[in-house]
Nanobody
Framework: QVQLVESGGGLVQTGGSLRLSCAAS????????MGWFRKLPGKEREFVSA????????YFADSVKGRFTISRDNAKNTVYLQMNSLKPEDTAVYYC????????????????????WGQGTQVTVSS
């Protein structure tokens, strides 16, 4: 019902910035909670950031807090992840996720809570 396509990944230098985009199609996701996760080389996928359906609440992993920001543009049906002060440790495949508005509970950091996932986009930070 909802397709998510990440873009904006690539190779950047340490200390640089990059903005990832998650374009949704099939349904309007303005009322969906959205999240970003990443899979570091050799590690399991981990939580990065999330934004509530209204956009009033945002959440960040401790490892990216203060460096990353999450936002959404409902007119474009797109969610963004602005990544600043990038480190080699940020090198990973970044995934976008969406949660339908109906839910008996909230757990933005739990991967299993989300209903839809994108294919991922590679981010490589050179040292």
């Amino acid at each position: 019902q909802v397709q998510l396509v990440e873009s904006g990944g690539g190779l950047v230098q340490t200390g640089g910035s990059l903005r990832l985009s998650c374009a949704a199609s099939g349904r309007t996701v303005s009322s969906y909670a959205m999240g970003w996760f990443r899979k570091l080389p050799g590690k399991e996928r981990e939580f990065v950031s999330a934004i509530s359906r209204g956009g009033s609440s945002t959440y960040f992993a401790d490892s990216v807090k203060g460096r990353f920001t999450i936002s959404r543009d409902n007119a474009k049906n797109t969610v963004y992840l602005q990544m600043n002060s990038l480190k080699p440790e940020d090198t990973a495949v970044y995934y976008c996720a969406a949660k339908e508005p109906v839910s008996p509970y909230r757990d933005y950091k739990f991967q299993g809570w989300y209903d839809y996932w994108g294919q991922g986009t590679q981010v490589t930070v050179s040292s």
